[in-house]
């Protein structure tokens, strides 16, 4: 029995330690810290309100991301959102009227172009960019959906 309790604690603590997710950046300035502190030195100054990272560990309130292009370091969990957003990964993506690709294209996006995902259904996310909104293949997104 014993055995049993200690392997389900090791498997639970392994799934709770292992879970990475997304948030977004809250503010247009946000900064990217070497450590889990504000004694520690800026690396990157985010300019970008919404931009999705993806968060890989925690220490007191400072969270370590990664961001789109691999940078990774701490911020402070006031910096963070649950706005739901995403960055193209590929170049010349359509953006559809309807969730399929035989409706009409509405615009073309460039890769790293910033989404705010309104909704996803199925394989597909509403997204607003700029004065456009459509649908957008879900795999083609990286970020918080």
């Given at each position: 029995?014993?055995?049993?309790?200690?392997?389900?604690?090791?498997?639970?603590s392994n799934n709770l330690l292992a879970d990475e997710y997304f948030l977004t950046l809250r503010n247009e300035k946000v900064n990217l810290r070497q450590g889990p502190s504000f004694e520690y030195p800026i690396k990157i100054f985010y300019k970008k309100k919404y931009l999705p990272v993806l968060i890989e560990d925690k220490s007191d309130n400072f969270k370590r991301i990664r961001d789109h292009e691999n940078n990774s370091?701490?911020?402070h969990?006031?910096?963070?959102?649950?706005?739901?957003?995403?960055?193209?990964?590929?170049?010349?993506?359509?953006?559809?009227?309807k969730p399929t690709i035989?409706?009409?294209?509405?615009?073309?996006l460039k890769k790293g172009r910033l989404c705010i995902v309104k909704k996803c259904k199925g394989n597909w996310c509403k997204v607003k960019v700029d004065e456009y909104v459509g649908w957008i293949k879900k795999d083609d997104l990286w970020g918080r959906l």
């Open positions: 029995m014993f055995k049993k309790i200690i392997i389900i604690f090791y498997l639970i370091g701490w911020i969990v006031s910096q963070l959102s649950k706005k739901k957003a995403g960055i193209t990964i590929k170049d010349d993506l359509l953006i559809f009227d035989y409706s009409k294209p509405l615009v073309v």
